[in-house]
């Protein structure tokens, strides 16, 4: 099984902050990662696809890169309804696996 | 609008079984893959089975397989999650997605299942 780490698992940050999180796979998984958001007691939602992709409606402050097994993602300017928890999970082959989260709180 | 809800959830003893639905609108559900996401409390994201349009293939993981099973009707845009064999561990809120693009694109809210005695 591809296991994923991020880091930090925690980050303190201010409204307009930049903030990068950055989330290595156990092996190779070419561009095959996802990022999600999750805010207390809802579902996540999808904000990045295929390492860099952003899916219809997400903001343009949220971006992803890499490749292979290191990817990050990154906050242009941090918002307030940015403050959440944020998972990656690799798509490269079954089972699929989810890094353990990174929480965004608040500075 | 795209649109995933899930039922079926509950207290169940150890050793019991449970069924999740997932009914599914606003999208044509025969097209999509779909999958299961649980996350137990106050734990990170594990994913749990994937199916294919026509259920002609499944995949589960490790900790799940030979006890949940994962179907679908597609006259009916639903989704299902057997589960029997339950044990503590299995108690989480699952949910239900769309797997487009190699990512959950759509989640439902969730259903809460609690094994315990």
């Known amino acids: 099984d591809i296991q994923m780490t991020q880091s930090p698992s925690s980050v303190s940050a201010s409204v307009g902050d930049r903030v990068t999180i950055t989330c290595r796979a156990s092996?190779?998984?070419?561009?095959?990662l996802a990022w999600y958001q999750q805010k207390p007691g809802k579902a996540p939602k999808l904000l990045i696809y295929?390492?860099?992709s952003l899916p219809s409606g997400v903001p343009s402050r949220f971006s992803g890169s890499g490749s292979g097994t290191d990817f990050t993602l990154t906050i242009s300017s941090l918002q307030p309804e940015d403050f959440a928890t944020y998972y990656c999970?690799?798509?490269?082959?079954?089972?699929?696996?989810f890094g353990g989260g990174t929480k965004v709180e608040i500075k | 609008e795209v649109q995933l809800v899930e039922s079926g959830g509950g207290l169940v003893q150890p050793g019991g079984s449970l069924r999740l639905s997932c009914a599914a609108s606003g999208f044509t559900f025969s097209s999509y893959w779909m999958s299961w996401v649980r996350q137990a409390p106050g734990k990170g994201l594990e994913w749990v089975a994937n199916?294919?349009?026509?259920?002609?293939?499944?995949y589960y993981v490790d900790s799940v397989k030979g006890r949940f099973t994962i179907s679908r009707d597609n006259a009916k845009n639903s989704l299902y999650l057997q589960m029997n064999s339950l044990r503590a561990e299995d108690t989480a809120v699952y949910h239900c997605?769309?797997?487009?693009?190699?990512?959950?694109?759509?989640w439902g809210q969730g259903t809460t299942v609690t094994v315990s005695s």
């Open positions: 295929a390492a860099s």
């Open positions: 092996q190779g998984i070419s561009s095959w």
């Open positions: 199916i294919k349009q026509d259920g002609s293939e499944k």
């Open positions: 997605t769309l797997y487009l693009n190699r990512g959950m694109d759509v």
């Open positions: 999970q690799q798509a490269n082959s079954f089972p699929l696996t």
